[in-house]
């Protein structure tokens, strides 16, 4: 029978930019079994009413729990901006979110001075992350930019090049104008469109900024919480991953495989209807963390009903 510290991580997020979150969990905790839900049916969260919102958070977390997760991992900006506290009223399990660990990581890179934060307009109009920002420190203001058109370009893939640069340089300039000197990246999406980002930053700024990837930042707050609370995975061996998905776009392997940084195999083959909750096996005798899984077979894909 399987320990509770050995039962999977539980992730969403309302589409596939979570994996960014996923992949960094994977290098940071690769012993942790993990169950991911991007809810690609109702995707994008970013525009919708903060009651909508929390209502399919509730239903994204209440799939998690029924596979036996230990704590659930919130990767997304927008239900972490208006709906993470009501999850941990409603859930009987640790639930972690994005915003606290950026805003934590910006602080320490900003040293002071202002934060720029780019994120979703729900991310935004939340104002979760100046409040985040207020609650560890009270000196250091935050400007936020909503970037729509970054989310687009992450997702199609068009991370490099003139476009992407110009589009960033468009969103940066107003914080680097509001004397911004470190950039939160507060969508999930952003972390692959880090290059543009920074260029463009160090570009307006005359000098490199720090760059603060909420995703990496929640990663280490995920991996000292299972440490103090005594919920981490007992074995060596890599955990698996199992993808849930609300909808099957024609584009999803390409877009969760550039999210996720290994292959994802789209059609759902090799996962028995029978055990939906099944992990994808990760092999054996890896040298690096998270690096033992393998890119022949990739990892399956589950489609299910909210």
């Not at 029978?1 to 539980?10: F, Q």
């Not at 972690?96 to 002071?112: C, H, N, Q, T």
Request: with cysteine; glycine share 12%.
């Amino acid at each position: 029978m399987t320990s509770h510290r050995d039962a999977p991580l539980g992730v969403f997020d309302s589409g596939l930019g979570g994996l960014t979150v996923v992949r960094a969990l994977r290098e940071r905790c690769p012993a942790e079994d993990i169950v991911y839900l991007g809810d690609t049916a109702r995707v994008p969260y970013g525009t919708r009413s903060p009651e909508t919102v929390v209502r399919y958070a509730l239903g994204c977390a209440r799939v998690l729990i029924g596979r036996g997760v230990k704590a659930i991992v919130v990767a997304c900006n927008t239900v972490s901006a208006v709906a993470i506290d009501m999850l941990r009223v409603e859930l009987d399990l640790p639930v972690l979110g994005v915003i606290l660990p950026g805003a934590r990581a910006g602080v320490a890179a900003s040293r002071g001075a202002t934060i720029g934060v780019l994120g979703t307009a729900g991310t935004i109009a939340s104002g979760a992350y100046p409040r985040a920002v207020a609650s560890l420190s009270t000196r250091t203001e935050v400007a936020g930019q909503a970037a729509p058109l970054l989310v687009s370009l992450a997702e199609e893939g068009w991370v490099e090049g003139e476009v992407p640069r110009l589009v960033a340089r468009r969103y940066l300039e107003p914080l680097i104008g509001a004397g911004a000197r470190s950039v939160v990246l507060g969508c999930t999406h952003f972390p692959l469109l880090r290059a543009a980002i920074e260029a463009e930053a160090a570009s307006l700024a005359g000098g490199p900024l720090p760059i603060v990837d909420s995703a990496s930042a929640t990663a280490e707050d995920v991996a000292s919480f299972l440490a103090e609370r005594g919920l981490a995975a007992s074995r060596t061996a890599p955990g698996g991953l199992a993808l849930l998905v609300t909808d099957l776009p024609k584009s999803f392997a390409a877009v969760a495989t550039r999210f996720l940084g290994e292959p994802v195999v789209a059609d759902g083959a090799g996962r028995s209807p029978a055990a939906p909750a099944a992990l994808s096996a990760a092999s054996p005798g890896a040298e690096k963390a998270g690096a033992g899984r393998s890119a022949t077979q990739g990892v399956d894909v589950e489609q299910i009903d909210l």
